[in-house]
């Protein structure tokens, strides 16, 4: 049982630098979401989806962009990197019942330089 | 907005002592109320979740938290503090019907041998 699965798990990008972080999900969620994880900074939610075809802004969502093609995939795309996107990133999911908590991947950790 | 304070951003305690960490929420509705633990270079793994009704709740590993409404409070508690406690500590609410669920900045639970 795969859970959330996040590909890579540590990635080195130049500042200006394009990339895709991958995030599949196999529990039939229709819930994904990315947060990133700054130290003193909890989890700050970046994009989230309720449904293929559908996604919406979180709290901080410039830099970022996401599509949802199908049920199982949400990538998360940096358009042009920059130090400021160093962070970790975790992709998360969760089921349809209201109090259904969220399912998390192990992360990506992403340095900018 | 919801908005999630932890008080306490690192606590430590004496194994075998009471772990007590801090949780207020800001909302006069109850969320949904759930605590989830982070281990070193890893995601997050839920600990417990609120069920409506409940003043405590029981959890993994020994973890109870105590829902108080009049106070917007759910601490998450623990006897005895095991070595194998140490980790982040994070406090999250979700509204009803809603998409996005908020974090606190985390209390990281250092176990002194």
């Known amino acids: 049982n795969a859970g959330v699965t996040q590909t890579p798990k540590f990635q080195v990008l130049k500042t200006g630098q394009s990339m895709t972080l991958q995030c599949a999900q196999d529990?039939?969620?229709?819930?994904m979401s990315w947060y990133r994880q700054d130290p003193g900074m909890g989890l700050r939610l970046i994009h989230y989806?309720?449904?293929?075809?559908?996604?919406d802004q979180g709290e901080v969502p410039n830099g970022y962009n996401v599509s949802r093609s199908t049920t199982e995939d949400f990538p998360l795309r940096l358009l042009s990197a920059a130090p400021s996107q160093t962070s970790v990133y975790f992709c998360a999911s969760r089921g349809r019942v209201d109090n259904s908590p969220l399912h998390f991947g192990n992360g990506t950790r992403l340095t900018v330089t | 907005a919801q908005s999630v304070t932890q008080l306490g951003s690192h606590v430590s305690v004496s194994e075998g002592a009471l772990v007590l960490l801090r949780c207020n929420y800001s909302s006069s509705v109850p969320p949904y109320l759930f605590w989830y633990v982070q281990y070193p270079n890893q995601g997050l793994q839920l600990l417990l979740k609120y069920t409506t009704g409940a003043t405590l709740v029981k959890g993994i590993n020994g973890f109870e938290a105590e829902f108080k409404k009049s106070e917007t409070s759910f601490h998450l508690t623990k006897p005895s503090a095991h070595m194998s406690d140490a980790a982040e500590y994070f406090c999250a609410v979700s509204e009803w019907a809603g998409n996005q669920f908020y974090f606190g900045t985390g209390t990281s639970l250092t176990v002194i041998p």
């Open positions: 989806s309720v449904g293929a075809g559908i996604t």
């Open positions: 529990m039939n969620h229709e819930y």
